[in-house]
């Protein structure tokens, strides 16, 4: 059992950046794969970043490509995203998710464990 807590959210002007943390608690983190997910009002929760379970690789959505940056610390259970150059269209809650696998995955069906999330709000 994994339980995830996102923090780091808040309001910022379009063109700033935030960093959202993840704390995982629970054993064995360094075997799960985490996934960040977004999700707007109205809108299907979508893959925004991942990274496998040993941080050796990453993916990102094309939209977010170039100013997100996903990274890990396995041994403080914790993953990152650092956010970039944001818009208006960034705004909604982002969620972090965990599924104990070596693969990298994009889908949010495959995960297991998501957190609550934080709010982000772009403003322009």
């Known amino acids: 059992q994994v339980q995830l807590e996102e923090s780091g959210g808040g309001l910022v002007q379009a063109g700033g950046s935030l960093s959202l943390s993840c704390a995982a608690s629970g054993r064995s983190y360094s075997s799960y794969a985490m996934g960040w997910f977004r999700q707007a009002p109205g809108k299907e929760r979508e893959f925004v970043a991942g990274?496998?379970?040993?941080?050796?690789?990453?993916k990102y959505a094309d939209f977010v490509k170039g100013r997100f940056t996903i990274s890990r610390n396995n041994a403080q259970n914790t993953v990152y995203l650092q956010m970039n150059s944001l818009r208006p269209e960034d705004t909604a809650v982002y969620h972090c998710a965990a599924r104990r696998t070596n693969l990298l995955l994009t889908t949010p069906a495959l995960y297991d464990y998501w957190g609550l999330g934080t709010q982000v709000t772009v403003s322009s």
């Open positions: 990274i496998s379970s040993n941080a050796g690789s990453t």
